[in-house]
């Protein structure tokens, strides 16, 4: 029986082994095939070209973002299988705009706005910066969409058309701030989350203490709210020809505004002075084949859309090198141990591009561009030596912070000889916490579960999830988290040439808005990241003779090429599952999952954080 039993296992070994290469030699060659395939696709495109009269399509999908998540490659795949998170490049979009301005052939801008999600405000003012100086240059700017939310809407209100589809509506909803609170359901499901924090106004960790908003969170985040609230109205009512009071009446009187078109939206902006016409598609092409004519072929006007556009002048966008180089690190995701992908901002691998830039004998200044809401103290604190250790070298560090540098995002701006921040940054936030939940009353309430052993000391077992946490060990995790905050109130101070009390009196987690943290000397100047180039640019003495380089690693020809196809293959055939895979949390188990798993993204050594749950869109 034995050797049958021997034999039959051995058989079927075999049998698995059998089946796995016919497995994967069917996959390399169904790869291989549609490899070909795109090849022949791509040998037989045409060659786009810009036309002689067109508009430029500026069409920007998901939200807009500072540097999109993962490799090209990466992104690549994730297209064809239909599993990305849209976003669009700032950059791309800028770039798009200052060559069309220049460019004889474009004559009008459209923005097509249907596929744009919400974003930070700081991108919607600086892609907004952009618009406006090209209709300066005395071309049209037209936007139509079936549909207006408030991010798209600020765009929009930079065009000088706005046509809304008759049958679409305009949302203005202002800026909130709302987050689930799990106090008494935990209590419920007896879990006891033990949380370690210092500064009252350090609210991220509120969900897990309380099942309201704290009186401080109110507070703080109220006034950054209303700061943000303010400068969306004074940049939109003006390029709408209303005062932001006026505005700022229309949207807390949007239901009168319905009730007065009897439920007519669309009727409703257009009457508030909101939108300029309320067109078809039909319609709205034919006024863009007024403004540059019309496309025989597609029986459209003619247009070039911005990717293309951009792949074609990619000479005029690229920059030779000469031997003055700026180098620009964008920082943008949370801040995580370790190396990792764009997207988020790791350690080791973060410092690494500054330790290149840093050794590298064209590289003449550095700056920082900041996207985060921070994170892992331990990988803030690798970063922060790698930019002190290039100021000590002697080439200027500046911090250009965007939508949100809070928290451990905003301690490694602090490296820098100058911050630079948008009036509308989200900033601050300088505070410590830790969590660590344990699930034994959980499991003994509800499975009837109990742990039990022995251990040579008593941080033996301390830190396993299923037993109730020791007050002294507790007490540990307090006291490495209040030192934490006390090397971050000496590290603020020592760089904002402040006093430890002075810091700690508009720290202890409270979130500023940019102006306001301006105001407090937590920020130098107040401008965008052109702005810092500049600042940069004039403390290494470069004057106008510079050019700039963003930081990255670069991929293998290999990896390009595979990208390029992959991408191909998303135009070609479309995503292989286009269905979006997102889903709405439906219960508090979910929930908690996604709060641990950000914790656990944090990934840092001595589990403390100093991290910002704060932007807003």
């Given at each position: 029986?034995?050797?049958?039993?021997?034999?039959?296992?051995?058989?079927?070994?075999?049998?698995?082994?059998?089946?796995?290469?016919?497995?994967?030699?069917?996959?390399?060659?169904?790869?291989?095939?549609?490899?070909?395939?795109?090849?022949?696709?791509?040998?037989?495109?045409?060659?786009?070209?810009?036309?002689?009269?067109?508009?430029?399509l500026?069409?920007?999908?998901?939200?807009?973002?500072?540097?999109?998540?993962?490799?090209?490659?990466?992104?690549?795949?994730?297209?064809?299988?239909?599993a990305?998170?849209?976003?669009?490049?700032?950059?791309?979009?800028?770039?798009?705009?200052?060559?069309?301005?220049?460019?004889?052939?474009?004559?009008?801008l459209?923005?097509?706005?249907?596929?744009?999600?919400?974003?930070?405000?700081?991108?919607?003012?600086?892609?907004?910066?952009?618009?406006?100086?090209f209709?300066?240059?005395?071309?049209?700017?037209v936007?139509?969409?079936?549909?207006?939310?408030q991010?798209?809407?600020?765009?929009?209100?930079?065009?000088?058309?706005?046509?809304?589809?008759?049958?679409?509506?305009?949302?203005?909803?202002g800026y909130?701030?709302?987050?689930?609170?799990?106090?008494?359901?935990?209590?419920?499901?007896?879990v006891?989350?033990?949380?370690?924090?210092?500064?009252?106004?350090?609210?991220?960790?509120?969900?897990?203490?309380?099942?309201?908003?704290?009186?401080?969170?109110?507070?703080?985040?109220?006034?950054?709210?209303?700061?943000?609230?303010?400068?969306?109205?004074?940049?939109?009512?003006?390029?709408?020809?209303?005062?932001?009071?006026?505005?700022?009446?229309?949207?807390?009187?949007?239901?009168?505004?319905?009730?007065?078109?009897d439920?007519?939206?669309?009727?409703a902006?257009?009457?508030?002075?909101?939108?300029d016409?309320?067109?078809?598609?039909?319609?709205?092409?034919?006024r863009?084949?007024?403004?540059?004519?019309?496309?025989?072929?597609?029986?459209s006007?003619?247009?070039?859309?911005?990717?293309?556009?951009?792949?074609?002048?990619?000479s005029?966008?690229?920059?030779?090198?000469?031997?003055?180089v700026?180098?620009?690190?964008?920082a943008r995701?949370?801040?995580?141990?370790?190396?990792?992908?764009?997207?988020?901002?790791?350690?080791?691998?973060?410092?690494?591009?500054?330790?290149?830039?840093?050794?590298?004998?064209?590289?003449?200044?550095?700056?920082?561009?900041?996207?985060?809401?921070?994170?892992?103290?331990?990988?803030?604190?690798?970063?922060?030596?790698?930019?002190?250790?290039?100021?000590?070298?002697g080439?200027?560090?500046?911090?250009?912070?965007?939508?949100?540098?809070?928290?451990?995002?905003?301690?490694?701006?602090?490296?820098?000889?100058?911050?630079w921040?948008?009036?509308?940054?989200?900033?601050?936030?300088?505070?410590?916490?830790g969590?660590?939940?344990?699930?034994?009353?959980?499991?003994?309430?509800?499975?009837g579960?109990?742990?039990?052993?022995?251990?040579?000391?008593?941080?033996?077992?301390?830190?396993?999830p299923?037993?109730?946490?020791?007050?002294?060990?507790?007490?540990?995790?307090?006291?490495?988290?209040?030192?934490?905050?006390?090397?971050?109130?000496?590290?603020?101070?020592?760089?904002?040439?402040?006093?430890?009390?002075?810091?700690?009196?508009?720290?202890?987690?409270?979130?500023?808005?940019?102006?306001?943290?301006?105001?407090?000397?937590?920020v130098?100047?107040?401008?965008?990241?052109?702005?810092?180039?500049?600042?940069?640019?004039?403390?290494?003495?470069?004057?106008?003779d510079y050019?700039?380089?963003?930081?990255?690693?670069?991929?293998?020809w290999?990896?390009?090429?595979?990208?390029?196809?992959?991408?191909?293959?998303?135009?070609?055939?479309?995503?292989?599952?286009?269905?979006?895979?997102?889903?709405?949390?439906?219960?508090?188990?979910?929930l908690?999952?996604?709060?641990?798993?950000?914790?656990?993204?944090?990934a840092?050594?001595?589990g403390i954080?100093?991290a910002?749950?704060?932007?807003?869109?």
């Amino acid at each position: 029986m034995p050797n049958q039993a021997n034999q039959s296992s051995s058989l079927f070994a075999k049998l698995g082994r059998t089946i796995d290469v016919a497995r994967r030699i069917t996959i390399n060659l169904m790869f291989l095939v549609m490899l070909l395939v795109l090849l022949v696709v791509i040998w037989q495109q045409d060659t786009p070209e810009v036309p002689a009269t067109a508009a430029l399509l500026l069409d920007p999908k998901g939200t807009i973002v500072e540097q999109l998540t993962g490799d090209s490659r990466q992104r690549a795949v994730g297209e064809l299988m239909g599993a990305t998170q849209s976003e669009t490049l700032l950059k791309d979009l800028v770039d798009a705009i200052e060559l069309a301005r220049e460019d004889d052939r474009i004559k009008a801008l459209f923005l097509n706005l249907n596929g744009m999600g919400a974003s930070g405000l700081t991108k919607l003012q600086d892609l907004g910066s952009a618009i406006r100086d090209f209709r300066e240059s005395g071309k049209k700017v037209v936007t139509a969409a079936n549909n207006y939310e408030q991010s798209p809407y600020y765009l929009a209100s930079m065009a000088d058309e706005i046509y809304l589809d008759p049958m679409g509506m305009l949302v203005l909803k202002g800026y909130g701030r709302y987050r689930t609170y799990y106090k008494e359901g935990l209590d419920r499901l007896e879990v006891d989350w033990n949380v370690f924090r210092v500064g009252e106004y350090k609210s991220a960790v509120e969900p897990f203490l309380r099942s309201d908003m704290s009186p401080e969170a109110r507070e703080a985040n109220l006034e950054w709210l209303n700061d943000l609230w303010q400068a969306y109205l004074n940049d939109v009512a003006p390029a709408r020809g209303m005062t932001p009071q006026d505005l700022g009446d229309k949207v807390n009187s949007f239901a009168d505004l319905i009730r007065q078109s009897d439920g007519d939206m669309a009727k409703a902006v257009l009457d508030a002075g909101l939108v300029d016409g309320l067109l078809t598609r039909h319609q709205v092409r034919t006024r863009m084949i007024e403004l540059v004519g019309e496309d025989e072929e597609s029986h459209s006007f003619h247009q070039i859309g911005y990717r293309t556009y951009l792949e074609l002048m990619e000479s005029k966008r690229d920059q030779d090198e000469g031997e003055n180089v700026i180098a620009v690190i964008v920082a943008r995701g949370s801040i995580v141990d370790g190396s990792r992908p764009p997207g988020l901002i790791g350690g080791d691998s973060t410092a690494a591009l500054i330790r290149s830039a840093r050794e590298d004998e064209k590289v003449k200044a550095i700056v920082l561009r900041v996207d985060s809401g921070g994170g892992s103290v331990f990988a803030s604190e690798i970063i922060r030596r790698e930019f002190a250790l290039a100021k000590e070298e002697g080439k200027p560090v500046v911090a250009s912070m965007g939508s949100v540098a809070a928290s451990a995002a905003y301690f490694i701006s602090t490296a820098s000889e100058e911050i630079w921040a948008h009036p509308t940054t989200i900033t601050g936030s300088i505070g410590v916490f830790g969590m660590f939940p344990t699930f034994q009353r959980t499991m003994s309430t509800y499975l009837g579960l109990k742990v039990d052993g022995v251990g040579t000391t008593p941080l033996a077992g301390a830190l396993r999830p299923d037993r109730k946490m020791e007050p002294e060990i507790a007490e540990i995790f307090q006291l490495a988290v209040e030192q934490a905050y006390r090397d971050f109130l000496g590290r603020v101070a020592e760089a904002r040439e402040m006093t430890v009390e002075e810091v700690d009196s508009i720290a202890r987690g409270r979130v500023w808005s940019g102006q306001a943290a301006y105001e407090l000397g937590l920020v130098d100047r107040l401008g965008d990241l052109e702005d810092a180039l500049s600042s940069a640019a004039e403390s290494a003495q470069l004057g106008e003779d510079y050019s700039i380089r963003y930081m990255g690693k670069k991929p293998k020809w290999y990896s390009r090429l595979l990208t390029e196809l992959l991408a191909r293959g998303v135009q070609w055939i479309g995503p292989l599952n286009p269905e979006s895979s997102g889903t709405l949390p439906s219960t508090i188990g979910d929930l908690l999952d996604r709060e641990l798993l950000t914790l656990q993204q944090f990934a840092d050594p001595k589990g403390i954080y100093a991290a910002c749950l704060c932007e807003v869109k």
